[in-house]
């Protein structure tokens, strides 16, 4: 997605979350997007949870690469 198309979607994906007080699930690839709106990130490697993140843990990019690194058999 555009800068734009993303900003947009992140933005009605939170007033969502928290105007309606819904639960989201979403997969994303891209960290930086999913951190904008997530509570906790679980990482899969071949559909196998690998980790979990909390929205904190997410700035971390140490931790992130870690999860992922797991993932991978890392």
Known sequence: LSPTATETVSTFVRELIDDERLT????????SFASRIASRAYVLGLG???G?????D???????????SA????
């Open 52 to 56: 979990e993140l909390s929205a904190a």
């Open 24 to 31: 989201v699930l979403m997969l994303e690839q891209n960290v």
């Open 48 to 50: 196998v949870v690998r």
């Open 58 to 68: 997410l700035a971390d990019h140490v931790l992130v690469r870690r999860a992922l």
């Open 71 to 74: 993932a991978e058999g890392g």
